[in-house]
Each structure stands twice: as structure tokens, then as C-alpha cells.
């Protein structure tokens, strides 16, 4: 009985969408210092000047995050995947073999695969940014304040 998701496969899962999650919230970190930056640029006054420098270092820490994790995510999804289902001993009459396949169309299709899982890994972390925004504004418009 074959299953979608692996005892094996489920730890390396959970971990991606951990760094998915994390991403989003290394991206919305880095637009918040971005308009904190924005904002303080240019404001008279002594008590402004040391923090903006603080604020672009970590503003450059957390978007080299938010761009890394998606990355990671999609390495994270490829583990723990079997070389395919297992099958029974087959007879060597029912056996059809196929033209064989060039190692450079082994590795193009690694590639893309992998680039497809970073697209997914990018696009999950980009909904979990918008979903968290939303809860946001829900939540202050049912007058719910965070300070």
C-alpha cells in the first residue's frame, strides 16, 4: 500500500515549511525596517543617527534570509524520497525496457525539478506573508492592538 508522505519524508516536510514560514517572516521583518529606514532618513536630531545604520545591517540580514530559506525549503523538499515504489519480483518476460536516457537530461531534469520545488518554496512563503498580513488587519479591525 503505497503512501503519498513517508514516515521518513514527514520530518524533512515539516522543516521545509518551517523555513517557508521563516522566510515570510524574515520578508516582512526586512519591509518593516525598509520603512523604518524610509522614515528616519532625513529626521533632525542626534537620537536617529546611530539607528538607521543598525537598522540597514539588519535589514540586509534579514532579506539575504527571507531570499535563502526558500532555497533550503525546496532542498528540504527532495529529501527522504525513495528511488520510487517498491514492486514485487517481476518476471524477465513481462520486463520492457526503454530508450536509454543521457546523463545530461538526468541532470536537466534534476535541475528543473529542483527549481520547480524553490518556485513552490518562494510562492508558500509569499502566502504566508500575505495570510499574516491579513490576520493583522482582521485582528485591528476587531480592536485588537499589539502594544
Known sequence: MPHALDRNRLP????AIALMFGSAIFGLLYMDAVGKISGWIGVPGPEYDGQVPRLQWYAGLWSSLALIFPFLAALLLGLGK????SHAETSR?????????????TAVTAILTYLFRVAISALVSLAFMVVFILV???????GVRAH
Open 93 to 105: 518476460a513481462s520486463v520492457i525496457t526503454g530508450p536509454e536516457v543521457s546523463h545530461e537530461w
Open 82 to 85: 525513495g528511488a520510487g515504489p
Open 12 to 15: 524533512w516536510l515539516i522543516l
Open 136 to 142: 493583522v488587519v482582521l485582528l485591528e479591525k476587531l
